[in-house]
């Protein structure tokens, strides 16, 4: 298939279409990362480019005195049928749209059409951010290529509804198991029921409280639920065991260990085994530093606290300031039905300019 011509100077909204309709699900990335890599080199000036798989990158050095990073993924989750893009009035529907084309759109086109920048630039676009973590570019990156995320303030493109989202929660998840005694039912006495034992630790659940901690002035509240449960071998059987997978998601101030600890805390004392299947740091907001600041002074003063988990914290466990900035709306991600304000792209192209010119 030939590459797709990409026009970085075009309007970003245009060009939020046009990324939408190259298809680019998980582990497909080949196609629109070739178009990247060729819209960079011929529409850009003073860029240093580099291509890692299907991770494209991007940088200036000027010589300017500080950096920022401008990173988004190309990939999406899989088509719903919304593939091509299209234009409804002040909408743009199609998949990525919100997750994260239009920050992608934004980021390329500012690449190209800033003339005279404050900050030197790295463009990060990279594969594979929808999967497990294991796939993620920038995980390659750090290990094949770590001074390419030299930066003193990262601004991820994820859908923001154009505002800054700083930080982010950490998450784990636990495996909680119990044995029993396998009995035909109808002599149940003679078993020892094992989802029947799961029953105090749902009854923690539905009882435990939430935590909110404001840090730096982003409010973070924590949640711990049962996220999937198995057990049961026939219709007339008593089960001999069952699982329970429960998933914490926690405030930035906690450590993995600290997290890890106080899911323990609420679960002692019950008759269960468990084991930790997944885990990732938060990422504390770093608004106090110069950079980050003067984003939320260019974005009008307004910010919040990520709920959820992005790469920020893959920048923050490096020393690296993040924030998630984009046009996109996070309650729209993954939908059949996503899509994206085309204000919202307007707006957010607007904020950076004035912050990298400034």
Not at 327 to 355: F, M, Q, W
Request: glycine share 8%.
């Amino acid at each position: 298939m030939p590459v797709p011509q990409l026009d970085l100077h075009a309007d970003p909204v245009e060009l939020t279409a046009a990324l939408v309709d190259i298809p680019s699900v998980s582990r497909d990335e080949t196609l629109i990362a070739d178009a990247v890599e060729a819209a960079l080199r011929e529409q850009t000036d003073g860029f240093e480019i580099v291509r890692n798989g299907n991770c494209v990158l991007a940088r200036t050095n000027r010589g300017l005195g500080s950096r920022v990073m401008l990173a988004g993924h190309l990939d999406t989750v899989p088509i719903a049928d919304n593939v091509p893009s299209r234009r409804d009035g002040d909408l743009l529907w199609g998949c990525g749209t919100s997750d994260m084309k239009a920050g992608d759109a934004v980021f390329l086109h500012l690449a190209a059409t800033v003339t005279d920048p404050a900050h030197d630039l790295t463009i990060v676009m990279y594969d594979c951010e929808e999967i497990a973590a294991s796939f993620n570019g920038l995980g390659r990156i750090e290990t094949e290529l770590r001074d390419w995320l030299d930066a003193d303030v990262a601004i991820l493109g994820e859908p923001t509804s154009g505002e800054i989202e700083a930080g982010c929660q950490g998450t784990l998840r636990v495996r909680i198991t119990t044995d029993g005694v396998r009995a035909h039912s109808a002599r149940s006495w003679l078993g020892d029921n094992a989802i029947h034992k799961l029953a105090p630790v749902l009854d923690r659940l539905s009882r435990y409280e939430a935590r909110s901690v404001d840090i730096d002035g982003c409010v973070y509240r924590e949640g711990l639920s049962a996220v999937r449960i198995e057990g049961g071998v026939a219709g007339n059987v008593v089960p001999d065991a069952a699982a329970l997978d429960v998933n914490f998601r926690f405030a930035p101030d906690r450590s993995p260990d600290d997290a890890l600890a106080h899911v323990r805390e609420v679960f002692d004392g019950l008759a269960i085994s468990m084991e930790l299947t997944d885990m990732s740091p938060g990422a504390l907001p770093g608004l106090s530093n110069p950079a980050a600041a003067a984003l939320v002074e260019a974005a009008g003063g307004k910010f919040r606290a990520k709920y959820g988990w992005t790469d920020v914290s893959r920048f923050a466990a490096l020393g690296i300031p993040a924030v998630n900035y984009g046009p996109g709306d996070p309650n729209l991600a993954h939908k059949r039905d996503e899509h994206v304000e085309i204000g919202r792209i307007t707006e957010v192209t607007s904020v950076l300019r004035s912050y990298l010119t400034r």
